[in-house]
């Protein structure tokens, strides 16, 4: 079996157009593993295979490759910068040890790489920053640099000087042994010379490097006092003092080059083996209990020995069938295994493995923990199931995912096409946790719903090209909640007599605003058996129910609390099912005295936009209900930040090219809910009231 210390995990994540895709074709192509690298703009790149991702340029789903560098085994999944597609970059960064930050040296920390960032620091992965693009126009290393620790508020550790700005940039200078690599103009990785530091850059070499000795020495007191004394520690020393503080997130190696013309790849290829984490350095895995999901105070230890424990952190519906792709924490597994899934408690036969190139695929008879491969036909897995041995039952930590912000209707053009796209939409759905389906009881519309626009633009077309399912698509739905804005007390009974035993309930109850972002809670304070405690939860169930269903347009209830305080029962005909009844009632009773009220999604909307056009800019987010919250001016133009209401951001990356001649960028997630304006809140409701009565 292999050596894990020889393992690295990787993940290569950044903002939308920074040049992941590139970085990990020039990975594929040093490390042996193809020998024409493809262009994304070209639509030939070898991780962007789905015929959507080749036209337009993005990365839309994560895909893995394995390749060697230096005798070690590296596993890269190229993530999408998309801020639809976050979901893909979170699962990722869920099951690697270590990843590389990109981010375009003219563009710097832009809001998409904030996004992943800070999912990074919440899985706690460790770490290299890459600044890519420095042959462009406006390209500035010390900049990002800046921006890395102000916007991101990170620790980047400068490991190499760029030689040459924009057109002129032809290498970089390594800090640590003080060796300019010189890559010729051919644009081949291996056509580079290592020569000594240039002349004018010998002081800012110095300082860089002493900056470099003095951070990494923090990580060893022994090294630090010999530091102090005068000693120069050495190279080894140095090296292993960055990889303990890159491991514990205490700074960021930091590296410059070009990907598209391939200089510098192989320092960052060589930062990889030498400072990013293997599977073992990692901190475990915790387990969980199934039930209530709280840790155990267990963890899934890296290793051989310990018992089968894997997490399932994608599905792919591909020409073959459907794949699973699983990270292996501790253990091995073999060709004809049993394996239990933990979620569903059923047993499995694992048949075919395999390792991941891209959309190829090597045939494995084996894999042990480190590995990162996919299972071919396995039945009920999802996305966050735990796989492990029968005999050592456990849950690994589970995946959550954001709720869908948008909707749209969609009816297949013919009647042939219902079934299809009833199957289709079910693989789909098993690949991509963010996207949800129901279906509309009363219309029988299928509603799909999603992360953004594109997102659902992407799985219309995936829906006509994969799966030849022609359809008619409605207009966008946001989704719209409702809440109240003052307490009431109330009292309702619910009584009737039809001969045998009747049906009784009392309960007296308040209902109040609760927490923003709380949901629904319930709480008890019944004294002295006037509603006895068996009946508690089906009280609390009769208001929970009605909750999906709010009294204003049907909008889902969030943030109320109700409290039962006091009641009757009768002894004969009190029943669990007559306080259920009784407090669905008692909601339809109550809730409209409670001031109910509309909220819509706010999005946070960040904005990039030449100087010219800022005013324009501002003064369309305003048109829009939006709140401007800060304006950054930077080399090549202004970001501008605001929250803006979800229903006013249709269509506007269309109106923002307009307005800046096609220079303008944005992108929004979602931030919280807040109250509708009066007169937008009429509105809906009149729209929704209209729709209901054509049904």
Same mark, same amino acid.
């Given at each position: 079996?292999?050596?894990?210390?020889?393992?690295?995990?990787?993940?290569?994540?950044?903002?939308?157009?920074?040049?992941?895709?590139?970085?990990?074709?020039?990975?594929?192509?040093?490390?042996?593993?193809?020998?024409?690298?493809?262009?994304?703009?070209?639509?030939?790149?070898?991780?962007?295979?789905?015929?959507?991702?080749? +036209?337009?340029?993005?990365?839309?789903?994560?895909?893995?490759?394995?390749?060697?560098?230096?005798?070690?085994?590296?596993?890269?999944?190229?993530?999408?910068?998309?801020?639809?597609?976050?979901?893909?970059?979170?699962?990722?960064?869920?099951?690697?040890?270590?990843?590389?930050?990109?981010?375009?040296?003219?563009?710097?920390?832009?809001?998409?790489?904030?996004?992943?960032?800070?999912?990074?620091?919440?899985?706690?992965?460790?770490?290299?920053?890459?600044?890519?693009?420095?042959?462009?126009?406006?390209?500035?290393?010390?900049?990002?640099?800046?921006?890395?620790?102000?916007?991101?508020?990170?620790?980047?550790?400068?490991?190499?000087?760029?030689?040459?700005?924009?057109?002129?940039?032809?290498?970089?200078?390594?800090?640590?042994?003080?060796?300019?690599?010189?890559?010729?103009?051919?644009?081949?990785?291996?056509?580079?010379?290592?020569?000594?530091?240039?002349?004018?850059?010998?002081?800012?070499?110095?300082?860089?490097?002493?900056?470099?000795?003095?951070?990494?020495?923090?990580?060893?007191?022994?090294?630090?006092?010999?530091?102090?004394?005068?000693? +120069?520690?050495?190279?080894?020393?140095?090296?292993?003092?960055?990889?303990?503080?890159?491991?514990?997130?205490?700074?960021?190696?930091?590296?410059?080059?070009?990907?598209?013309?391939?200089?510098?790849?192989?320092?960052?290829?060589?930062?990889?083996?030498?400072?990013?984490?293997?599977?073992?350095?990692?901190?475990?895995?915790?387990?969980?209990?199934?039930?209530?999901?709280?840790?155990?105070?267990?963890?899934?230890?890296?290793?051989?020995?310990?018992?089968?424990?894997?997490?399932?952190?994608?599905?792919?519906?591909?020409?073959?069938?459907?794949?699973?792709?699983?990270?292996?924490?501790?253990?091995?597994?073999?060709?004809?295994?049993?394996?239990?899934?933990?979620?569903?408690?059923?047993?499995?036969?694992?048949?075919?493995?395999?390792?991941?190139?891209?959309?190829?695929?090597?045939?494995?008879?084996?894999?042990?923990?480190?590995?990162?491969?996919?299972?071919?036909?396995?039945?009920?897995?999802?996305?966050?199931?735990?796989?492990?041995?029968?005999?050592?039952?456990?849950?690994?930590?589970?995946?959550?995912?954001?709720?869908?912000?948008?909707?749209?209707?969609?009816?297949?053009?013919?009647?042939?096409?219902?079934?299809?796209?009833?199957?289709?939409?079910?693989?789909?759905?098993?690949?991509?946790?963010?996207?949800?389906?129901?279906?509309?009881?009363?219309?029988?519309?299928?509603?799909?719903?999603?992360?953004?626009?594109?997102?659902?633009?992407?799985?219309?077309?995936?829906?006509?090209?994969?799966?030849?399912?022609?359809?008619?698509?409605?207009?966008?739905?946001?989704?719209?909640?409702?809440?109240?804005?003052?307490?009431?007390?109330?009292?309702?009974?619910?009584?009737?007599?039809?001969?045998?035993?009747?049906?009784?309930?009392?309960?007296?109850?308040?209902?109040?605003?609760?927490?923003?972002?709380?949901?629904?809670?319930?709480?008890?304070?019944?004294?002295?058996?006037?509603?006895?405690?068996?009946?508690?939860?089906?009280?609390?169930?009769?208001?929970?129910?009605?909750?999906?269903?709010?009294?204003?347009?049907?909008?889902?209830?969030?943030?109320?609390?109700?409290?039962?305080?006091?009641?009757?029962?009768?002894?004969?005909?009190?029943?669990?099912?007559?306080?259920?009844?009784?407090?669905?009632?008692?909601?339809?009773?109550?809730?409209?005295?409670?001031?109910?009220?509309?909220?819509?999604?706010?999005?946070?909307?960040?904005?990039?936009?030449?100087?010219?056009?800022?005013?324009?800019?501002?003064?369309?987010?305003?048109? %829009?209900?939006?709140?401007?919250?800060?304006?950054?001016?930077?080399?090549?133009?202004? %970001?501008?930040?605001?929250?803006?209401?979800?229903?006013?951001?249709?269509?506007?990356?269309?109106?923002?090219?307009?307005?800046?001649?096609?220079?303008?960028?944005?992108?929004?997630?979602?931030?919280?809910?807040?109250?509708?304006?009066?007169?937008?809140?009429?509105?809906?409701?009149?729209?929704?009231?209209?729709?209901?009565?054509?049904?």
């Amino acid at each position: 079996m292999a050596d894990l210390s020889k393992y690295r995990n990787i993940g290569i994540f950044a903002h939308v157009d920074a040049g992941k895709t590139t970085t990990t074709e020039r990975i594929l192509k040093l490390t042996g593993k193809i020998h024409k690298t493809g262009e994304v703009h070209d639509g030939e790149s070898t991780t962007d295979f789905m015929e959507q991702e080749a +036209e337009r340029g993005i990365t839309i789903q994560s895909a893995a490759v394995t390749c060697e560098w230096n005798g070690h085994r590296l596993n890269v999944i190229d993530t999408p910068g998309h801020v639809d597609f976050t979901v893909e970059v979170y699962r990722s960064l869920k099951v690697l040890d270590g990843g590389i930050g990109v981010f375009c040296g003219s563009g710097g920390v832009e809001p998409q790489s904030e996004t992943n960032w800070r999912y990074a620091n919440d899985s706690e992965v460790a770490r290299l920053i890459f600044v890519n693009k420095l042959d462009r126009m406006g390209a500035d290393f010390f900049n990002v640099v800046d921006q890395v620790k102000n916007v991101l508020g990170a620790n980047p550790l400068v490991m190499t000087l760029p030689i040459g700005r924009e057109d002129d940039f032809i290498g970089v200078v390594d800090v640590l042994s003080r060796k300019a690599f010189v890559w010729d103009d051919t644009g081949l990785p291996e056509n580079y010379e290592i020569k000594d530091v240039p002349e004018d850059m010998v002081d800012e070499v110095e300082q860089y490097r002493e900056e470099l000795v003095e951070t990494a020495v923090e990580q060893d007191d022994d090294l630090m006092e010999a530091y102090m004394e005068g000693e +120069e520690p050495s190279i080894e020393d140095l090296k292993r003092c960055i990889r303990k503080g890159t491991r514990d997130l205490a700074f960021f190696p930091t590296y410059c080059g070009s990907a598209f013309k391939n200089k510098g790849m192989q320092l960052i290829l060589d930062a990889v083996v030498d400072y990013l984490p293997a599977p073992a350095e990692v901190d475990p895995q915790p387990l969980t209990d199934p039930e209530t999901g709280e840790p155990t105070g267990e963890v899934a230890t890296v290793s051989v020995d310990e018992p089968l424990r894997a997490l399932a952190f994608k599905i792919m519906d591909d020409r073959f069938g459907a794949l699973t792709f699983i990270r292996i924490y501790s253990g091995r597994m073999k060709k004809g295994d049993t394996i239990l899934n933990s979620a569903t408690g059923k047993t499995e036969r694992i048949g075919r493995m395999c390792e991941m190139q891209a959309d190829e695929r090597n045939e494995l008879t084996e894999a042990q923990a480190g590995d990162i491969i996919a299972i071919v036909g396995m039945k009920n897995v999802q996305t966050g199931h735990t796989l492990c041995d029968p005999k050592h039952e456990c849950t690994l930590e589970a995946m959550i995912f954001p709720e869908p912000v948008i909707s749209i209707a969609v009816a297949p053009k013919d009647k042939g096409s219902t079934e299809k796209m009833g199957i289709a939409i079910g693989k789909m759905v098993a690949e991509d946790p963010s996207f949800q389906v129901e279906t509309d009881e009363d219309s029988g519309e299928t509603i799909l719903k999603g992360m953004g626009e594109l997102h659902l633009d992407i799985k219309v077309d995936i829906l006509k090209r994969t799966y030849g399912v022609e359809l008619e698509v409605g207009a966008p739905q946001v989704a719209y909640r409702e809440t109240i804005t003052q307490p009431v007390e109330d009292s309702y009974t619910h009584k009737k007599q039809s001969g045998g035993s009747g049906q009784f309930a009392k309960i007296d109850y308040r209902i109040k605003p609760g927490e923003p972002n709380s949901g629904y809670t319930f709480k008890s304070s019944v004294v002295g058996g006037n509603v006895p405690k068996e009946f508690w939860p089906a009280v609390e169930k009769g208001f929970g129910s009605m909750m999906e269903t709010g009294v204003l347009a049907g909008f889902p209830t969030l943030d109320v609390e109700v409290e039962l305080f006091d009641g009757g029962f009768h002894a004969v005909d009190s029943s669990a099912i007559a306080y259920e009844i009784a407090a669905k009632g008692a909601f339809r009773q109550s809730m409209p005295k409670a001031g109910a009220q509309l909220l819509e999604p706010i999005m946070k909307v960040d904005v990039f936009t030449p100087e010219d056009n800022v005013g324009d800019v501002i003064g369309d987010l305003n048109r %829009r209900r939006g709140m401007i919250k800060d304006q950054q001016a930077g080399a090549t133009g202004v %970001r501008i930040k605001a929250d803006v209401p979800l229903s006013e951001m249709f269509g506007y990356i269309g109106h923002l090219r307009t307005i800046t001649s096609g220079r303008g960028q944005f992108s929004m997630e979602f931030a919280h809910y807040a109250p509708c304006p009066a007169n937008v809140a009429e509105q809906v409701i009149a729209e929704v009231k209209e729709r209901n009565a054509k049904k």
